[in-house]
């Protein structure tokens, strides 16, 4: 398991990790699926000067494979010859990255964003950005932008002539009137329908600090996090500079949908302090994004500080402060002979068992 976000655990300091890259032949990157930890290893994979290779991997078991790599980095996931746990991981990255001779600051705003945590520090003032009224998303196009966002759930999600409903009456004049009012809009209509946790995790969608590739560090962040999850490949190549950028935009938009439509499918259940949703892929030739569903569930719609959503042989689970997710999916997972991987707040898990009793399993271990 990973250590990410423990009190008690020893994030490695970015000067070794740069002196470890420095000495290195040929570095292997390997980062957790999550837009913290792609983040992370697209600012090593643009500092190093020798040869690397960059993989996404679920679980340490899927990292450990035969390559001529003389140092293992892994970002997210305890794997490799060095282990950068502590979240956000692109900000001790970005640290890293710098003292090699040159790191991106939007890249790290993004993992910071992606992470759950608050810009700040060197990046912030490297990229040299405001806030401003309006929406964190990564398109020109407001409806598009909010009708395909994982920052939020709500009754517009995936849906763009919802979208366009909430936005339709924000014209009001100036530029910086209507991005304004068109994040009131969007803060209203979430907190019509959500909990009371949704009307402080939709703040990550409005006054965005705008900039970067992708308009804001919100909406790079939400590209970086779809691509980690459901085309790595791309991920990767995108991160680390090469990345074609309409088709990040267009797999955004895909995991976007998927992602909510499968939270609005979903079978729940109530129990003491987990909220379970069992979920149906919906599309035969793809997984369902069981880390996003759980993360939007868990932020909008659950009634406890524990969301779990499973689907046929996998699992990911998502907590609040208080409650240590990776510790009960980990518990879980032994339980039924699975495996798992993650931080307190999120973690993942694939298993061989019916998920009925993984589900079991977990609450048990809650």
Known sequence: MSTTDRPDASAPAASDVAARLRGADFLRLVAAPTGDALAAAGLLARAVEGPYQATVAAFPADAERATGADCTVGLGLETGDVA?????????????????????????????????????????????????????????????????????????????????AVLDAADSGTDEDTRRKRASLVALAVAEESTPRGATAVERLLRPHAGGPFRTAGGYADVLDALARTRPGLGVALAAGAGDREAAIE???????????????????????????????GDPDHDPPLGTVARLLAEFRSPEPVVL??????????????????????????????????????????????????????????
């Open 84 to 164: 950068v746990t502590d979240a956000p991981v692109s900000r001790l990255a970005f640290a890293v990255a710098d003292a090699l001779g040159g790191a991106d600051p939007w890249l790290a705003l993004a993992g910071t964003v992606a992470a759950g945590a608050e810009p700040g520090g060197v990046p912030l003032e490297a990229a040299d950005t405001e806030r401003r009224p309006g929406l964190a998303v990564p398109t020109a196009d407001p409806v598009d932008g909010l009708a395909h966002t994982a920052l939020a759930h709500g009754s517009f999600s995936g849906d763009r002539e919802a979208a366009a």
């Open 251 to 281: 797999a955004w938009r895909v995991h976007g949908r998927r992602a909510h439509a499968t939270l609005v499918a979903a079978t729940t259940a109530r129990y003491d302090g987990v909220f379970v949703a069992q979920c149906e892929p």
């Open 309 to 366: 959503a499973v689907a046929d042989g996998r699992a990911a689970a998502h907590a609040a402060d208080g409650v240590d997710a990776g510790r009960v999916t980990a518990a879980a997972a032994e339980a039924v002979g699975g495996t798992a991987a993650g931080t307190p707040r999120a973690a993942r898990a694939r298993f061989r068992a019916d998920t009925t009793e993984f589900a079991v399993a977990f609450r048990e271990a809650l």
